[in-house]
């Protein structure tokens, strides 16, 4: 099964400067791989996603890169903000199934 | 967009009872609904995928006669802790795919934090 590794587990930034969370998968008939953001208690909401046909996609500061072959793909703020800091999850799949999601990673952005 | 409405959203139990949990989805239909379990500071852990008018399955380790999961409809999933003890409490959150209409989205309801004493 899909086994998905998430770097690093905690993380600081200094707001405005950029953040950057690397995740790595194992499967590689997944496809389909979404971020996820969550606040304390609350549910997890879709920030970004990117399919495997895709390299890099970019949504205002957030972005995202595929690399299939080394089975990696990275998330990236830029211009970070207070509200940005939560949890954000990894997650790999394929079409129309369930994710599995990295362990996660608690971002800090310090004003 | 797509909506989950998920049901209670905390619940305090004594041990010994157990305690029923909704999944609707409110303006779509689900086919397919997830439950996952989260422990305080770890990632969504799944439990089971329900699947409307079939039997759950359930991920390795989940007890499935202590978790009950029925999907009777395409808008509704409940999922019922049996016998719960302290050890059950967590936090629940159940999410959905929107049914045929080719997305790969999974949208998730509030959750549902439990506290078994």
């Known amino acids: 099964g899909e086994n998905v590794e998430q770097h690093p587990s905690t993380l600081s930034v200094q707001e405005g400067d950029s953040a950057v969370i690397k995740c790595t998968y194992s499967?590689?008939?997944?496809?389909?791989f979404p971020w996820y953001k969550q606040e304390l208690g609350k549910r997890p909401q879709l920030i970004i996603d990117?399919?495997?046909?895709?390299g890099e996609k970019k949504d205002q500061r957030i972005a995202v890169t595929l690399n299939k072959t080394a089975k990696h793909f990275s998330l990236h703020i830029t211009e970070t903000q207070p509200e940005d800091s939560a949890v954000y999850f990894c997650?790999?799949?394929?079409?129309?199934?369930?994710?599995?999601f990295g362990p996660g990673t608690r971002l800090s952005v310090l004003p | 967009g797509a909506v989950v409405s998920q049901h209670p959203s905390w619940v305090i139990c004594k041990s010994g009872t157990s305690v029923k949990i909704e999944c609707r989805s409110l303006?779509?239909?689900?086919?397919?609904m997830f439950w996952y379990r989260q422990f305080p500071k770890q990632s969504l852990m799944l439990m089971a995928t329900?699947?409307?008018?079939?039997?759950?399955?359930?991920e390795q380790g989940v007890e499935k006669d202590k978790f009950l999961i029925n999907h009777a409809s395409l808008t509704l999933s409940t999922l019922t802790v049996t016998s719960a003890h302290p050890e059950d409490s967590s936090f629940y959150i159940c999410?959905?795919?929107?049914?045929?209409?080719?997305?790969?989205?999974?949208?998730f309801g509030a959750g549902s934090r439990l506290t078994v004493l």
């Open positions: 999410s959905a795919i929107e049914r045929d209409t080719g997305a790969n989205v999974l949208t």
């Open positions: 499967d590689s008939a997944s496809n389909y």
């Open positions: 990117i399919r495997s046909n895709v």
């Open positions: 997650a790999a799949g394929s079409y129309g199934q369930n994710f599995v």
């Open positions: 303006d779509f239909q689900a086919t397919t």
């Open positions: 329900s699947n409307e008018g079939s039997k759950a399955t359930y």
